[in-house]
C-alpha cells in the first residue's frame, strides 16, 4: 500500500495523534513545555486534516511546526521521550511530509543527540529514512548529516560504529544515486554538457546542479579526507580513517562511473586528486624492502599497511577496468605498481592481494588489449602487457625458490621490476628447497619441483578473478596466506589469460574469414575490416609468449595433477595454435618445443629441442627483460609407465617414460591432427618428439607404413605397464590418422610436413651410420604413408620425397634402413603406376616419366640389396605395364643396364632376365629410339665381369639384335629418319646442332655403328674369353651386314670402329700386367703361352690386327675410293709397327706376318676372272652370297649392283685393264716406301741396345729371333720395289739394322732351341737371312747401273763388321751376356742362371769372312774399292783374329783369317803395286805390317794340350806366311815405301833369333823352338842380307843393318851366358826351392845360347856361300870378336850347350887368315 492513499494517511494522522498524546503524557510532569507543544500539535493536525484535501502536501508545509513538539521532545534527553520522538519523526518522513526546513531542524536536533551521544543507533536510522525518502536534505544540511554519521562512526561502541559505517556507505550511495536520477530527469535537455572526452582544467562547480554539486562536493572531501587533509564541505569531521575513506571511494567509482565519464568535473577530479592520492599512498609498499621502512614518506603509515595497501589495489582494480580510457597515463603507472608488488622482496601478504588483482586484469582480454594497444604498441611507452606477463611468470618461478617461511630469499636482482633473473639463478643452484612435504605422495593436487612442493588449491570458477585476501575488509593485521594459495592464483590467472586472449582472438579470425566468404560472394559490397587489427594480436602474442612459456613450461614440469597438467598441456597447444594462426614461428615453435620435452623423459638428448631452446633463450632477453625457462627437473614424483631405449648413437642404458610424458604425447597428436595447418616448420619439432617416444615404446612399422606395437622381445630393456600397453594400440591408431589427414592440409602444408619428415628421417640416417643397432624407421614409413594417401596430387610431393628417399635413405649402410627406403619408394612407384590418374598416364607423358624417374635414380644405389628390389619392381612393371611403357622405355632400359661389378652375380642375373625379356619379347612394341638403348644395355651386360656366362651370351644378343635390325630395316629406317626429321626441326629452332652419337651418317647407320662400338668396348674386355667372342662377333657382322652401311659411313667403320679398337687393344696389350695368374677359376688350368694379363692380351691383339688387315684385304676396293686410303694404309702400318715393337713375341711376330699379307695384296694378282673362292680368300663368308645377289629385305639398296658384281666388276676393272697414269704408280710407289719407312722404324727400334743400366738390370725387352728372322726376311721383297730409289743413306739404315739384329742375344731358357750344339757350325736362321739381304744387294749393285757400284765398300764395311765377331762378339748394349762360343767356359756357362746367351758368332764371322773374299775377288780393280781402302780395311780386320791366335774363341777362325789373308794379298798386292804411284795404298802397309808382326809373334800362347803335329802344322802356317813375304814382298821392295821393307827385316831378325817359348818339356824343346820358322827367317834375311842384286844402296844398307843387329845380340847372349856360369860355379846353393829356380832359369839360358849357337853356325855357312864383295869390313870385325866369348863358353857345364858350341866354333878355322882378296879400307 503507498504512502499517499487515503487509508495510509488515515493511518498516519491517527499514528501522529497517538505519538502526540504519548510524548504529552510523558512530558506532563518534567517538561511542561513540552506537553504544551505536543498538545497544541494535535490540535494543528486535527485542523489540517479537517480543511484540506491534500492533506500530505498540507503537513509537508506545515511540517516545521508539525515536527516542533517532537524535536522539544529530543531535546529532554531522556531517553524513553527520545526514542519515542524518533520513531514519529521517522514515521513523517516516511510518508516524506517533512520540508526543507523541517529538515534542516531535525539535523541540527539529532546533531545535538549525537553530541550528547544519545540513541546512537536511533539517530543512524532516523538520518538513514530522512535521507533515502526524499531529496529534501541538500548542501549544508546534507553534509551535516552525513558528518553526523562519520562522528558516529567513531564512537566507542561497537555495534554504533559498524552501524555507522553502513550507515555512511548507504548514504554517500544515496547522494549519487540523487545524481543519477537528477541526469536521468535532465537527459533530454540540450544544454546537458558533453560527456568528458580527454583532460580539462575547469574547478568550477557552478554548472552543476544540485545534486550534482552534492555529489561533487562530497566525492571531493572524501578525497581530502583520505589524503589527511581538512574538508571543504563536510564541516565538523573530527576523526577519519583512510582505510574507510578508501573503502567509500572505491564504492562510489565501481557502482557509478558514468558519472564521472559524463560530467569532466568528475573526471578532473578522478585524474587531479583520486590518482595521485593512490600514488602517493602506494609510496611505503614501494620503497619497503625486506623489512626496512623508509622515514621519508609524509603518510603517517610507513611500513606497507595491510588494510589500506589491500583498499588501495581495489580501487586501482576499479580505476583500471573503468576508467582506462580516461587515465592512459595513470594506469600505466598503476599497472607498474602492480608488476612491482609481485617481486619476490615484497611480503608475501602484498604479493597474495597484488597476485588477485592480476588475476582480476587476466580475465578481461579486452582491457588487456587496450593496454597493449596503448603502451606495448607504442614507441617510447613501458611494454606494461608484457611486463604484467613477464611478471606472473617470473613470481611463479620465484615461488618455486623462495622458503616457506615467508621470508623471500635472499636474491639480487639488477632489473627494477622483476626477480626473474634472480629466481633462475637461485633455480640454477637448486634452490633452497627446505619446506614443503616433498618426499610423501599425495593424492592432493600439488606443483613439485626440486623439493618444493606447493600445494594447489581451487581458487575461482575458471574465468572470474573472485578474490580472498581483497575482500578481507575487516583484517587489520596481514593475514597469513596459506600455502599454495599464490600460486594457486597465478596459475588461475595464466589459464584464463591464455583462454581470455585467445578465445578473443578466434573469434575474431573468425568473423574474419566469415566476412572474406561474404566478401568472395558478394564483391560489390565493400565491408572495411579494422586497420590494424592483426598488428594488435601479433603484438599481444609477441609480448606475452615469453612469460607464458616460462611459467607454463616450469608448471608443466612441476604438475603432479593429472587435471593441472592437461589444463597446462591446453594453454600451450591453445598458444601454439594461435601463433600459428597469426604466422608468429618462433613463438610457435617455442611452445610446441616446450609440449615435445615435457613429452620426453627428462634431460633426453633431442637436438631439435635444444637448439630451439638455445634459440629462444636469446628471445626471451627482447628489450632487456629477462626471462628464462627453469631446465626441466628430474625428480618430480610420477607415476613411471615404460621403460625403453633411448634413441641415440650411443647406447645410454634406459629412459623412462611417466604418465605425464604419455599425456603430453597425446596433446602433441592433437596439436598435429587439429592444428597441422599451421604448424609449418615445426613438423619438425613435432615429428622428432613423435619419433622418440614412437622408438621408446618399441612402435615399428608395418605394411604402408603404419605403426604397430613390436613384439615383446624387441628390446630386453623396453617395459611397457599394462596401462600403456592398452594405451598403445590408440596412440598408433591417432598416428595414422595424424598422416592419413595430410590429405586435408593444403599444399604449402604438406610441403612442409614431408620437409619435416624428411629432415627427421636424416636425423635417423646420421645416427644409423656407423653401427648395427635397428634404425628408426619412424620418418621413413610415414613419408610412404603420407605419400600414399595424396596419390591424386603426388606431382607436387614426388620430387621432394622420393629425392629424400633415393639419396638419403636407400643408400645408407644400415641394410634396415635401406630396406625400408627402397620398400618406399618401390611401393609408391607401383601405387603411382596403379592409380587411376586424370589425365590417364598414357596421355600424360610427363607424369609418367616423372614416376619412373625414381626408379632409375635406384640405379645409382651401391647395395645390392636396393638393386634387388629394384629389379624385382622392373620385371613386376614389365610384366603388368610392358606393352603401355611407350616413351618410358629408355629410362626402365636405362634400369636394366645400370649394372656395376659390384653388385654380385644373383643381380647381374635378375637384370639379365629382364633383358632378355625385352629382347624376346619387346623389341617390336619399342619405339626405335629405344633400339639404340638396348644395344648398350646389352653391351653393359658383356662388359659386367661377374658372370662371364653372361658376357658371353650377351655379346649372342648383340648378335640376334643385329640380326633384328637387318631383318626389319626397312621399317626401322623408315621410323628413324621421321623422328629424326622431327628432332632437326626442333634443333633448328633451338639453334643448336642435333646432338647424336656419330651425327652426319644416316640414322639407321649410325644404329649399326653404335652395335660396332659396343661391340668394339667388348673386344677390349679385361677377359680373354669375351674379348676373343666379341671380335670373332665384330669382324663377323661386319662382314655379313657391312653390306647395309652406305659409303660415307665406311669412313666412320675404319676410322672410329676399327682404329679407335686398334688403339685401344694396343694401349691396353702394352699397358697390361705381367704377373702370372695361378688358374683361371675353380680347377682350369692355364696354358703357359696364357699365363699372364699381358700373353692374354697378345692374343686380342694379334687377332685384332689380323682382322683389321683382313678387312683392308676383302674391302681394299671400297676403301680406295674412300679419298684418304693412303692415311688410312699409314695408320695401318703404324698399327702393324707399334704391334712388331711389342715386348711380347706372339704379337710382334703376328703383326709382321699382317705387314707380310698387306705387302702381298699390295701387288694385284694377275688373273682376270675372280670366282667365288676368290672372294672366300677375301674373307667374305660364303653364306652373304646368296641372301645379297638379290636386293634383300632390309633397306632397299640404293646401288643396284649386289656386293658380288661390285666385286667381280671392281676387281675386273682393276685387273684387266690397270691404268697406266702415272698416278696410280706414284701412289703405289708411295705405298711401297711408307712399307719401307715402317720396316725401318720397326728395325731401329727393334734393334737398338738398351741404354743406361748395368749388367745387372735387366733389361726391358730383347727381340727374340724368329722375329728378327720375319723381319730382315721381309727386306729382300720390298727391296725389289724400291731398289730405283734406294740410296746410299737407305744403305746405311739397313746396315744398322742388320748390325743390331745379330747382334742380339738370345735369353737362356730359348737358347737350346736356337743355338745349334756348339761343336757344329752352323748358322742361325737369322744369320742366313741377314747374309742373303746382303747378297740381295750385292747381286742388285752388281747388276744395277755404275753409280750403284759406289755402294760396295759400304757392303764391305758390313761384311767386316760382321767378321770382327769371331773374336770381339757384339756387345747389346751394357748386358752382361755369356759367350757360348768360348769354349772353355762352354760348359759352365750353359746351365748357370746366366740370362742372356749371346749367339755362337764364329760361324756367321767366318762365312762372312768368306763373303768378304769372294766379293773381294770380283770387285778389287773397282774404283771405289780402291778409294774406299778397302784393302787396307779388310786387313786391319784380320789383324784381330791374326794377333790373338790362340786367344781365339774358335781355332777354326785364325787359320781362317791367315789364309783369307793370303788369298786377299795374292789378289790385292798386284793391285796395290799397280796403284803405288797414286799413294792409295800407302796406309795399307803399316797395316799389313803390324798384321804380321801380331800373327807371326802372337802374345797368346798355344794351348797346353796342342799335340806336337798340331804345332808344327801351326808351325808351317808361319812358314808359309813368312815364304809370301819372300815371294811377293820383298822382291818388290822397289815399290814399296822403305819404312815398311825396314819393318819386315827386322821382324825376320826377331824370328830368327828370338821365337822361343818358354814352356817346354825337354823332350820337346828342340820341336818347340820353332826352328824350322826361325831358319826360313834367318834364311830369308840372309838371302836378303847378301843378296848380289843390291840395286839400291838403300837396299844395301838395310841388309848391312838387319846383319849387324844380329850379331850384336848374339855377343850379348853369350857373354851374359859365361857370367852367369861363373857365378853359379861360386856359389852353393841354399835350399832346394831356390835350386829349383835356378834350374828353370838355367833351362831358359841353355835354351837360349844354344839357339844363338846355332844361328852363328848358319851365319857362318852363309858367308861361306856369300861373296866377299858382300860383306862389310865391320861386319867381318864383328863376327871375329865373337869368338873369343865363344872360347871362354868352353867350361859350361851343359852337354848341349857344348856340343853346340863345337858346331859353332868349327867354321872359324877358315877365317884364322886374312882372306886373298883385298879390301878398300871397309869402305863400299
Request: glycine letters at 6%; a neutral charge; proline letters at 6%.
Amino acid at each position: 500500500m503507498s504512502t499517499s492513499s487515503p487509508e495510509a494517511v488515515k493511518k498516519l494522522l491517527e499514528n501522529m495523534q497517538t505519538d502526540l498524546r504519548s510524548l504529552s503524557m510523558e512530558c506532563k510532569k518534567k517538561f511542561p513545555p513540552v506537553k504544551e507543544a505536543a498538545e497544541s500539535g494535535i490540535v494543528k493536525i486535527k485542523t489540517i486534516a479537517a480543511r484540506n484535501s491534500d492533506i500530505l502536501a498540507t503537513l509537508k508545509e506545515n511540517s516545521s511546526e508539525v515536527v516542533q513538539p517532537f524535536l522539544m521532545g529530543c531535546g529532554t534527553k531522556e531517553p524513553k521521550i527520545t526514542q519515542l520522538c524518533l520513531a514519529a519523526i521517522q514515521r513523517l518522513m516516511s510518508h516524506e511530509v517533512v520540508s526543507e526546513a523541517a529538515a534542516g531542524n531535525i539535523i541540527n536536533m539529532l546533531w545535538q543527540l549525537m553530541e550528547n551521544g544519545l540513541e546512537e543507533l536511533k539517530l543512524l536510522q532516523t538520518v538513514l529514512v530522512l535521507l533515502t525518502t526524499n531529496t529534501v536534505v541538500h548542501d549544508q544540511v546534507l553534509s551535516k548529516a552525513i558528518v553526523l554519521c562519520f562522528r558516529l562512526h567513531f564512537t566507542k561502541d561497537n555495534i554504533t560504529n559498524n552501524t555507522a559505517a553502513a550507515t555512511v556507505r548507504q548514504v554517500v550511495t544515496v547522494v549519487f544515486e540523487r545524481m543519477v536520477a537528477e541526469d536521468e530527469r535532465f537527459k533530454d535537455i540540450v544544454d546537458q554538457p558533453p560527456p568528458v572526452q580527454g583532460n580539462t582544467n575547469r574547478r568550477s562547480v557552478s554548472t552543476l546542479r544540485p545534486s550534482a554539486k552534492d555529489a561533487y562536493m562530497l566525492f571531493q572531501d572524501l578525497c581530502q579526507l583520505v589524503n589527511a587533509d581538512a574538508p571543504y564541505w563536510l564541516v565538523g569531521m573530527t576523526e577519519m580513517t583512510r582505510t574507510f575513506g578508501l573503502e567509500l571511494l572505491e564504492s562510489v567509482l565501481n557502482d557509478f562511473p558514468r558519472v564521472f565519464l559524463q560530467h569532466q568535473e568528475f573526471s578532473f577530479l578522478l585524474k587531479e586528486r583520486v590518482c595521485p592520492l593512490v600514488i602517493k599512498l602506494f609510496s611505503p609498499n614501494i620503497k619497503f624492502r625486506q623489512g626496512n621502512s623508509s622515514a621519508a614518506s609524509p603518510a603517517p603509515v610507513e611500513k606497507p599497511y595491510f588494510p589500506i595497501c589491500m583498499r588501495l589495489l581495489r580501487v586501482v582494480s576499479v580505476l583500471i577496468k573503468h576508467f582506462y580510457s580516461l587515465l592512459v597515463t595513470e594506469c600505466e603507472i598503476f599497472l607498474s605498481l602492480l608488476v612491482k608488488f609481485l617481486d619476490g622482496e615484497k611480503p608475501q601478504w602484498l604479493r597474495a592481494v597484488a597476485v588477485e588483482s592480476v588475476h582480476r586484469l587476466c580475465v578481461q582480454p579486452h582491457l588487456l588489449r587496450s593496454f597493449c594497444l596503448s603502451y606495448d604498441m607504442k614507441q617510447h611507452s613501458t611494454k606494461v602487457f608484457r611486463d604484467i606477463v613477464n611478471a606472473l611468470g617470473s613470481f611463479i618461478q620465484s615461488l618455486f625458490i623462495v622458503l616457506n617461511t615467508g621470508n623471500p630469499a635472499a636474491t639480487n636482482t639488477s632489473t627494477g621490476g622483476s626477480g626473474a633473473q634472480g629466481a633462475a639463478q637461485g633455480a640454477a643452484q637448486g634452490g633452497p628447497g627446505a619446506g614443503g612435504q616433498g618426499g610423501s605422495l599425495t593424492t592432493q593436487a600439488a606443483f613439485e619441483y626440486r623439493g618444493t612442493w606447493i600445494p594447489l588449491m581451487t581458487v575461482s570458477v575458471q574465468g572470474s578473478a573472485k578474490a580472498t585476501y581483497l575482500e578481507m575488509l575487516d583484517k587489520v593485521e596481514p593475514p597469513s596466506i596459506p600455502e599454495g594459495y599464490a600460486m594457486s592464483v597465478a596459475f588461475s590467472a595464466l589459464l584464463d589469460l591464455v583462454r581470455g586472449i585467445t578465445s578473443m582472438i578466434e573469434r575474431a579470425l573468425a568473423k574474419e574469414e566469415e566476412e572474406a566468404v561474404h566478401r568472395e560472394a558478394n564483391p560489390d559490397q565493400n565491408t572495411q575490416l579494422e586497420p590494424g587489427a592483426h598488428l594488435v594480436w601479433e603484438e599481444m602474442v609477441s609480448a606475452c609468449w615469453c612469460g607464458l612459456l616460462a611459467a607454463l613450461s616450469l608448471l608443466l614440469d612441476a604438475s603432479t595433477d593429472e587435471t593441472a597438467t592437461e589444463s597446462i598441456l591446453k594453454a600451450e597447444l591453445t598458444v601454439a595454435a594461435l601463433c600459428g594462426r597469426l604466422g608468429l614461428v618462433t613463438p610457435r615453435d617455442a611452445f610446441i618445443t616446450a609440449i615435445c620435452k615435457a613429452s620426453l623423459p627428462p634431460h633426453y638428448a633431442l637436438t631439435v629441442l635444444s637448439s630451439n631452446t638455445a634459440n629462444l633463450n636469446k628471445a626471451y632477453s627482447i628489450q632487456g627483460q629477462s626471462v628464462q625457462i627453469i631446465s626441466s627437473s628430474s625428480e618430480s614424483h610420477q607415476q613411471v609407465v615404460a621403460v625403453g631405449q633411448p634413441l641415440s648413437v650411443q647406447p645410454q642404458g634406459t629412459v623412462v617414460l611417466t604418465a605425464k610424458n604419455i599425456q603430453c604425447m597425446r596433446t602433441l597428436l592433437n596439436l598435429a591432427h587439429c592444428h597441422g595447418v599451421v604448424l609449418g616448420t615445426s613438423w619438425q619439432l613435432v615429428l622428432a618428439t613423435l619419433q622418440h617416444l614412437v622408438w621408446i615404446l618399441g612402435l615399428k612399422p608395418g605394411v604402408g607404413g603404419a605403426l604397430k606395437p613390436g613384439r615383446a622381445v624387441e628390446g630386453p630393456s623396453t617395459v611397457l605397464t599394462t596401462a600403456v600397453m592398452t594405451d598403445l594400440p590408440v596412440i598408433s591408431n591417432i598416428l595414422s590418422r595424424l598422416f592419413e589427414s595430410s590429405q586435408y592440409l593444403d599444399d604449402v602444408s604438406l610441403h612442409h610436413l614431408i620437409n619435416a619428415l624428411c629432415s627427421l628421417s636424416l636425423e635417423a640416417v646420421e645416427m644409423a651410420y656407423g653401427n648395427n643397432k635397428e634404425p628408426s624407421l619412424f620418418a621413413v614409413a610415414k613419408l610412404l604413408e603420407t605419400g600414399l594417401v595424396n596419390m591424386n596430387r603426388i606431382e607436387i610431393l614426388w620430387r621432394p620425397l622420393t629425392g629424400h628417399l633415393l639419396e638419403k635413405v636407400c643408400q645408407h649402410p644400415n641394410a634396415r634402413m635401406r630396406e625400408w627406403g627402397a620398400e618406399a619408394v618401390t611401393s609408391l612407384i607401383k601405387a603411382g603406376l596403379a592409380y587411376k590418374h586424370n589425365p590417364p598416364l598414357a596421355q600424360n607423358q610427363r607424369l609418367q616419366l616423372l614416376l619412373l624417374n625414381p626408379l632409375k635414380e635406384l640405379s645409382n644405389v651401391l647395395h645390392a640389396d636396393i638393386r634387388q628390389k629394384q629389379l624385382e619392381s622392373v620385371l613386376q612393371i614389365l610384366q603388368s605395364q610392358g606393352d603401355s611403357l611407350g616413351p618410358g622405355w629408355p629410362l626402365v632400359l636405362g634400369v636394366i643396364g645400370a649394372i656395376r661389378n659390384d653388385q654380385g652375380e644373383s643381380l647381374i642375373r635378375t637384370a639379365f632376365q629382364c633383358l632378355q625379356l625385352v629382347v624376346t619379347d619387346f623389341l617390336p612394341t619399342m619405339p626405335c629410339a629405344g633400339l639404340q638403348i638396348v644395344v648398350d644395355v646389352a653391351g653393359s651386360f658383356g662388359l659386367q665381369n661377374q658372370e662371364l656366362n653372361i658376357s658371353l651370351t650377351s655379346i649372342g644378343l648383340l648378335w640376334n639384335i643385329s640380326d633384328y635390325f637387318f631383318q626389319r630395316g626397312e621399317a626401322i629406317t623408315q621410323e628413324l629418319e621421321r623422328e629424326e626429321a622431327a628432332l632437326q626441326k626442333q634443333a633448328q629452332e633451338k639453334g643448336e646442332p642435333l646432338n647424336r652419337p656419330f651425327h652426319p651418317a644416316p640414322p639407321f647407320d649410325c644404329l649399326w655403328l653404335c652395335l660396332y662400338a659396343k661391340l668394339g668396348q667388348l673386344c677390349v674386355d679385361p677377359r680373354p674369353a669375351v674379348r676373343k667372342s666379341a671380335g670373332q662377333t665384330m669382324f663377323s657382322t661386319i662382314a655379313a651386314h657391312g653390306t647395309l652401311l652406305q659409303q660415307p659411313t665406311w669412313h666412320i667403320v675404319v676410322w672410329k670402329v676399327l682404329f679407335h679398337l686398334l688403339d685401344c687393344v694396343r694401349k691396353s696389350s702394352t699397358t697390361a700386367d705381367k704377373e702370372k695368374i695361378e688358374s683361371g677359376g675353380g680347377n682350369i688350368l692355364i696354358h703357359h703361352s696364357r699365363d699372364t694379363a699381358e700373353k692374354q692380351w697378345a692374343e686380342t691383339w694379334v687377332l685384332t690386327l689380323a682382322g683389321v688387315a683382313r678387312i683392308f684385304n676383302t674391302r681394299r676396293y671400297l676403301l680406295q675410293q674412300l679419298g684418304d686410303y693412303f692415311k688410312a694404309w699409314e695408320v695401318l702400318l703404324d698399327h702393324i709397327q707399334s704391334a712388331a715393337l711389342s715386348k711380347n713375341s706372339e704379337v710382334s711376330l703376328a703383326a709382321l706376318k699382317s705387314f707380310q699379307e698387306i705387302l702381298q695384296i699390295a701387288t694385284p694378282v694377275k688373273d682376270s676372272a675372280m670366282p667365288t673362292d676368290a672372294l672366300a680368300a677375301m674373307g667374305v663368308p660364303p653364306v652373304l652370297i646368296d641372301p645379297l645377289s638379290a636386293p634383300g629385305p632390309g633397306r632397299p639398296l640404293l646401288r643396284s649392283d649386289s656386293m658380288l658384281e661390285r666385286l667381280t666388276s671392281y676387281n675386273g676393272a682393276e685387273l684387266q685393264a690397270p691404268p697406266p697414269g702415272e698416278e696410280s704408280a706414284l701412289e703405289d710407289a708411295a705405298l711401297w716406301w711408307s712399307a719401307w719407312n715402317t720396316w725401318y722404324r720397326t728395325g731401329t727400334d727393334s734393334t737398338r741396345p738398351p741404354s743406361g743400366g748395368t749388367g745387372t738390370d735387366r733389361p726391358s725387352f730383347v727381340p727374340s729371333q724368329p722375329f728378327l728372322t720375319a723381319l730382315v726376311q721381309i727386306f729382300p721383297a720390298l727391296y725389289q720395289h724400291i731398289k730405283t730409289g734406294f740410296s746410299m743413306e737407305d744403305l746405311r739404315k739397313l746396315g744398322v739394322i742388320l748390325h743390331g739384329a745379330v747382334s742380339i742375344p738370345i735369353s737362356s731358357d730359348a737358347s737350346p732351341f736356337i743355338l745349334p750344339s756348339y761343336t757344329e757350325a752352323v748358322l742361325t736362321s737369322l744369320q742366313e737371312a741377314v747374309l742373303t739381304a746382303l747378297d740381295v744387294l750385292q747381286k742388285a749393285i752388281c747388276v744395277g747401273p755404275e753409280n750403284l757400284q759406289v755402294m760396295y765398300p759400304a757392303i764391305f764395311e758390313q761384311l767386316l763388321l760382321f767378321v770382327e765377331f769371331s773374336c770381339k762378339p757384339p756387345q747389346y748394349g751394357k748386358m752382361e751376356t755369356k759367350h757360348v762360343a768360348n769354349a772353355k767356359y762352354n760348359q759352365i756357362q750353359l746351365f748357370t742362371p746366366a740370362e742372356w746367351v749371346a749367339l755362337n758368332y764364329v760361324p756367321f764371322a767366318e762365312r762372312s769372312l768368306e763373303v768378304v773374299v769372294d766379293l773381294y775377288h770380283k770387285t778389287a780393280c773397282h774404283k771405289a774399292v780402291i778409294n774406299e781402302k778397302v784393302l787396307q780395311n779388310i786387313i786391319k780386320t784380320l789383324r784381330m783374329p791374326l794377333g790373338l791366335k790362340y786367344g781365339c774363341p774358335s781355332e777354326s777362325t785364325w787359320k781362317l783369317a791367315v789364309s783369307s789373308l793370303l788369298k786377299v794379298l795374292s789378289t790385292g798386292l798386284p793391285v796395290a803395286r799397280q796403284h803405288a804411284s797414286s799413294r792409295k795404298f800407302d796406309t795399307m802397309w803399316p797395316e799389313l805390317a803390324n798384321a804380321f808382326k801380331d800373327f807371326l809373334f802372337t802374345k797368346s800362347t798355344p794351348p797346353d794340350n796342342v799335340s806336337i803335329q798340331e804345332f808344327q802344322k801351326n808351325e808351317a802356317i808361319d812358314v808359309e806366311v813368312v815364304q809370301l813375304i819372300s815371294t811377293e814382298i820383298l822382291p818388290f821392295a822397289i815399290f814399296i815405301p822403305k819404312d815398311f821393307v825396314g819393318q819386315i827385316m827386322a821382324m825376320l831378325n826377331k824370328g830368327s833369333i828370338h821365337s822361343q817359348s818358354s814352356s817346354f818339356t825337354e823332350a820337346e824343346v828342340d820341336v818347340r823352338m820353332r826352328e824350322e820358322f826361325s831358319k826360313v827367317c834367318f834364311e830369308t834375311l840372309l838371302q836378303f842380307s847378301f843378296s848380289n842384286k843390291v840395286s839400291t844402296p838403300q837396299e844395301g844398307y838395310i841388309s848391312r843393318m838387319a846383319l849387324s843387329v844380329l850379331l850384336k845380340r848374339s855377343q850379348d847372349v853369350l857373354r851374359r851366358y859365361v857370367d852367369d856360369e861363373r857365378l853359379s860355379g861360386r856359389c852353393p846353393l841354399p835350399s832346394g826351392q831356390r835350386m829349383k829356380l835356378d834350374c828353370q832359369l838355367l833351362r831358359q839360358q841353355v835354351t837360349e845360347i844354344i839357339f844363338v849357337l846355332k844361328a852363328i853356325s848358319t851365319l857362318m855357312d852363309s858367308l861361306k856361300k856369300t861373296q866377299p864383295e858382300n860383306v862389310d869390313g865391320t861386319t867381318w870385325a864383328q863376327v871375329i870378336a865373337l869368338y873369343p866369348t865363344l872360347v871362354e863358353c868352353i867350361t859350361c857345364s851343359s852337354s848341349e850347350v857344348s856340343s853346340a858350341l863345337k858346331e859353332a866354333m868349327g867354321p872359324f878355322k877358315d877365317f884364322m887368315q886374312p882372306p886373298v882378296s883385298r879390301v878398300q879400307n871397309g869402305e863400299s
